[in-house]
T-cell receptor, first 116, second 110 residues
Framework: SAVISQKPSRDICQRGTSLTIQCQVD?????MFWYRQQPGQSLTLIAT?????????ESGFVIDKFPISRPNLTFSTLTVSNMSPEDSSIYLC?????????????FGPGTRLTVL | QKEVEQNSGPLSVPEGAIASLNCTYS??????FFWYRQYSGKSPELIMS????GDKEDGRFTAQLNKASQYVSLLIRDSQPSDSATYLC??????????FGAGTRLFVKA
């Protein structure tokens, strides 16, 4: 599996501001994913980020609100723009790696965001 | 109908017992199935993957898959208090997207 790190691990932000979350992987991966997990809920996919192409957003998520960069095969950022308290959540970066039998997703440690 | 369904629990078992976690999925063409464990405040951790019908064992964990019934389960033998967590079932219908269930909370009582 890969070693995945995220920065920051947590933050408290004011309404109307933006936060950029970084995800770094210790090996080159083609596909990276960004998820949101609200308290007591399961994982909701925000977007898929492939290097060299635009991110693909899931229904309910738009690029203006959650711009994503993927400059190389080991790094991605997710920005949460113009934040409101409803954006308070854990944001998780995930990568896909191939194992014998199939591809599997591994998760970073997450970024806990609180918006006041 | 949800694509991946799990009983939210909590499932409570005594220490040393077998914990049985169940999951059903809607896409009959799904090929890859996973179980993740998530401790409170932590990110999901992969514990098992299974791709063909039958059982797959790894230590105290056994994953069971029945594609005809669209059913996948996880058995935890000799349950320990450290197994207390939320267990997420995940299914890959095809392509690159993985669908996660809402998770089952497991409590193992010492």
């Amino acid at each position: 599996s890969a070693v995945i790190s995220q920065k920051p691990s947590r933050d408290i932000c004011q309404r109307g501001t933006s936060l950029t979350i970084q995800c770094q992987v210790d090996s080159q991966v083609t596909m990276m994913f960004w998820y949101r997990q609200q308290p007591g809920q399961s994982l909701t996919l925000i977007a898929t980020a492939n290097q060299g192409s635009e991110a693909t957003y899931e229904s309910g998520f738009v690029i203006d609100k959650f711009p994503i960069s993927r400059p190389n095969l080991t790094f991605s950022t997710l920005t949460v723009s113009n934040m409101s308290p409803e954006d308070s959540s854990i944001y998780l970066c995930s990568v896909e790696m191939g194992l014998a039998g199939g591809d599997t997703q591994y998760f970073g440690p997450g970024t806990r965001l609180t918006v006041l | 109908q949800k694509e991946v369904e799990q009983n939210s629990g909590p499932l409570s078992v005594p220490e040393g017992a077998i914990a049985s976690l169940n999951c059903t999925y809607s896409d009959r063409g799904s090929q890859s199935f996973f179980w993740y464990r998530q401790y409170s405040g932590k990110s999901p951790e992969l514990i098992m993957s299974i791709y063909s019908n039958g059982d797959k064992e790894d230590g105290r964990f056994t994953a069971q898959l029945n594609k005809a019934s669209q059913y996948v389960s996880l058995l935890i033998r000799d349950s320990q208090p450290s197994d207390s967590a939320t267990y997420l079932c995940a299914v890959r219908p095809g392509g690159f997207k993985t669908i996660f269930g809402a998770g089952t909370r497991l409590f193992v009582k010492a």
